[in-house]
Nanobody
Framework: QAQLVESGGGFVQAGGSLRLSCAASGRILSNHAMGWFRQAPGKERAFVSAAWLGSGITDYADSVKGRFTISRDDAKNMVYLQMNSLKPEDTGVYFC????????????????WGQGTQVTVSS
């Protein structure tokens, strides 16, 4: 059974930075695009960023563009999300996910999900 495990969340003041990591088991990264989603209290899970397989193509939600950077190290089975200039509205549980679909902005396209890591940004 494929598994994704996130880490790196925490509490940070506005303007600070965090780096989230996602460790993938098996050969997930060899044939899946990888994405990050977040879910704030009382809200639906929302797309944050995605990194396509092999092509180097990345995608970002408008709200994080220019502040967040996704990267993947397929040799190490790791995916990262570097988050800079954090804002209180970035607060939420961040999930790593894997999909074989090109519809990387849609949560329903993803087959595998991690358990999530909490990010809290204070004003």
């Amino acid at each position: 059974q494929a598994q994704l495990v996130e880490s790196g969340g925490g509490f940070v003041q506005a303007g600070g930075s965090l780096r989230l990591s996602c460790a993938a088991s098996g050969r997930i990264l060899s044939n899946h695009a990888m994405g990050w989603f977040r879910q704030a209290p009382g809200k639906e899970r929302a797309f944050v960023s995605a990194a396509w397989l092999g092509s180097g193509i990345t995608d970002y939600a408008d709200s994080v563009k220019g502040r967040f950077t996704i990267s993947r190290d397929d040799a190490k089975n790791m995916v990262y999300l570097q988050m800079n200039s954090l804002k209180p509205e970035d607060t939420g549980v961040y999930f790593c996910a894997a999909t074989r679909s090109t519809s990387t902005r849609w949560a329903r396209s993803y087959s595998y999900w991690g358990q999530g890591t909490q990010v809290t940004v204070s004003s």
